[in-house]
């Protein structure tokens, strides 16, 4: 199993999870950034409804490639599509449903697959915002870490 950590700085972390918690709190919501076709392939893209900072989420693809980035963009346009940041406020019922998931594979667990089914009969917010997220998973990000196999993250041998 990989574990991805993402780190923000103490004002950019303020604001941007100031904004996800200002959504209603019986709805689960996601931290998006803006769509951007050559950083799909590295995340999740999110299809919103609605309009502003907070939309819907109406679908989710894991990690397109590119050509399949640049399809959903001519399809849904770049204001209705948005690339998920791995910050999630859960709700109880998403809890619920996540635990009934997590019971029922034996592979990896991805948070992005069972989102995107929750949000075929469940409202999930999507908060997007533009500050600067380090991902701590990325080569080249200046802090990557490993799963020592217990759980627990530990640095990544220099």
Do not use: W
Not at 58 to 63: D, P, Q, S, T, Y
Not at 74 to 82: P, V
């Amino acid at each position: 199993m990989s574990l991805r950590l993402r780190v923000m700085t103490t004002s950019d972390a303020h604001a941007a999870l100031s904004a996800l918690t200002a959504t209603p709190l019986d709805t689960a919501a996601v931290l998006a950034a803006p769509f951007d076709v050559d950083a799909a392939s590295y995340h999740g893209v999110i299809v919103c409804t609605g309009e502003g900072p907070v939309q819907t989420m109406a679908g989710l693809i894991e990690k397109p490639d590119r050509e399949q980035a640049a399809r959903l963009e001519t399809e849904h346009g770049t204001a209705n599509l948005r690339l998920l940041q791995g910050r999630v406020r859960v709700t109880p019922g998403l809890l619920d449903y996540l635990s009934v998931v997590a019971r029922s594979t034996t592979s990896e667990p991805k948070l992005s697959l069972p989102l995107a089914a929750y949000a075929g009969s469940h409202r999930i917010d999507v908060v997007t915002s533009t500050q600067s997220l380090t991902d701590l998973g990325q080569p080249g990000s200046g802090g990557a870490f490993q799963d020592d196999g217990l759980r627990n993250a530990a640095p990544a041998p220099g």
